[in-house]
């Protein structure tokens, strides 16, 4: 558990440098990322490098004792690169270049940016791959970011027909697959199709999923192009790509497979301004964040990289005060700094890392803070993470005094990413992409449906593993599966050869992989385990509410969304006011028909959850807690002070090594279980 800061040198006098270098260090910062957006400065002139400025500022941090993470800076092409091969520019859905004056402007299918990105690449690897400092290389810096992964330029279209080329094999078979005698869409070569753009009214579903697919594939071939170079002049050290918050236009499960440490960066309060939650949501969290969002990215880019690397994963970019972009930027309040940063080693990171060091005083981002202000003087957040730095080292002491006690960080490392959560939610990339095209109303947002499932499983006191829907399942007690649009044999033969409890949300396997209506209708591939066909969907304009009547007695509301099902062999747990089935089992299968409310959803879960052997419990309002092997982590996201103690048992105790019982609003506490003699 270590901290880290991303840092800019070029921005700042040389002479401050090795004030900072030390600053950092006392500050209790171990990593820090340098370089990604550097090129103009690297190379001022075309194949003319200025390696002294790097050399010395590398050299400044090594001196004092500092980790580096080394960027590519492909995200910021300099002027002359663009000037040169103006191609090289990405293009939006209306045509129009993405020009010059920001950043992430080129194209992921541009052969001449290919290129260029494999040049600066092999340039930055050659001179700092063997630096004993570094440690880890970052490649890019946040791949999509600013909507840029879908571009419409030549480039793409070309790359684009020869990916259908290699899928596909013949045009009859695009034809076939997309359904394009509908509306005489029917291509006779590949040369014939286009981007899924610039069409009369909607492009077919089909074209568009590809598109997706294509885009997502595109990214991925970048990444990889650096990945390579950097294994080749740098072994030995990780490789890494900071990804961001609830972002999916491309599958980041994939491109993990490159990677050896999944990072993201996470800015609590701007997600909560900036995405789909309630005018009262943004007010009641504008100053804390919802509880969920960073756990719920924690528990997703945990899963991402797979084999040796299993489970590792660390916040590149955490939150350190009032950020710049989203549309509302409040101040954290007090403490939720330091709250953030242990909330994310509660669920498992190797690193938490701040952005930035110092707030700049010009240019785009001069309205965010950093750990120090432009003045140098420590900012709030410098002040919580030298907190936090203490706080490690009294609880690296006290657990390392204690003869019965191992140290937080063994026993951490000793399990690395996977501290055995029983339940798993899976993720389709895939999926998402679906009910983006098709959402069919107007308000059906699968990702929000994946985040309120994940939120209602913590607010029962549940850890949870996201999952992709490759992963090993055998573990889990429960699978829970939102909004797996997709029907996925392979994950229906795992769900039905598991014996865990499986939850499937509306629209599951509603659409087979080439977006069109399974033979057997939805829920396609899941019909046997759910023992149920939906036989017609309708999508609810705002304020048209139905209630959902429970077996057991209450009702709770339902919004958005409502199926028409007929049970072949399910039970009806719950019906909507015309008697019609809104939630059933069959056997481990629970199915849910509709949009469900919070409340709802603890309903269908706690019910899962029992049936699974787990113990699920309603938690205070605010208040988190995760279990990681045997440390029990706890956050108060209120106002208010709460009381919480770890249940104990017949074969574990529990003793308070950091806070208490008592929490005030925006503290946290750390307790160790223990194994009763
Ligand atoms: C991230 C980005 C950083 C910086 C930061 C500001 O999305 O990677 O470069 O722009 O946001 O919050």
Known sequence: MKLGVCYYPEHWSPDWWKDDAQAMASMGISYVRIGEFAWSRIEPTPGIFDWAWLDRAVETLHQAGLKLVMCTPTATPPKWVVDADPEMLAVDAQGHVRGFGSRRHYCFSSPSYHAQSARITTAVAWRYGQHPAVVAWQTDNEYGCHSTVLSYSKAARSAFRLWLQEHYGTVDVVNAAWGTVFWSQEYRSFEEIDPPVSTVTEANPAHQLDYRRFASDEVIAFNRIQVEILRRFSPGRDVVHNFMGFFTEFDHHDLSQDLDVATWDSYPLGFTQDFFLTTDEKVRYARTGHPDIPAFHHDLYRGMCQGANRGRWWVMEQQPGPVNWAQWNPAPLDGMVRLWTWQAFAHGAEVVSYFRWRQAPFAQEQMHTGLQRPDRSVDRGGVEAAQVHDELQFLQELTTSDPSGSAIAAS??????????????????????????????????????????????????????????????????????????????????????????????????????????????????????????????????????????????????????????????ASVLATFDDGMPAFTRHNRTWYVATWLDRSGWERVLKSAALAAGLAPQIMPEDLRVNRWGQWVFVFNFSNTVVMYKPEESTTESSRCVLGSVQLAPQDMAVWQMVSRP
Not at 472 to 480: G, T
Not at 507 to 530: F, Q, V
Not at 532 to 550: A, D, F, I, K
């Open 412 to 569: 951490v490392a000793a399990q690395p990413g996977w501290a055995g959560a029983k339940t798993a939610l899976v993720m389709d990339y895939p999926s998402l992409w679906m009910a983006q095209i098709q959402p069919q109303g107007a308000d059906f947002n699968a990702l929000e449906l994946v985040f309120r499932v994940y939120s209602a499983l913590r607010s029962l006191g549940l850890d949870v593993d996201i999952v992709s829907s490759q992963a090993d399942l055998p573990n889990y007690r429960l699978i829970v599966l939102p909004a797996h649009m997709r029907q996925d044999e392979s994950l229906c033969d795992q769900l039905q050869a598991s014996d865990a409890q499986v939850v499937l949300g509306p629209r599951s396997g509603s659409k087979a992989e080439a977006m069109c209506i399974p033979d057997k209708l939805a829920p396609g591939a899941y019909s046997a385990l759910a023992g149920l066909t939906v036989q017609r969907v309708s999508s609810l304009p705002p304020g048209w509410n139905e209630s959902v009547h429970w077996g057991g007695g209450g009702q709770t509301v339902s919004t958005r969304w409502r199926e028409d099902i007929v049970c072949s062999g």
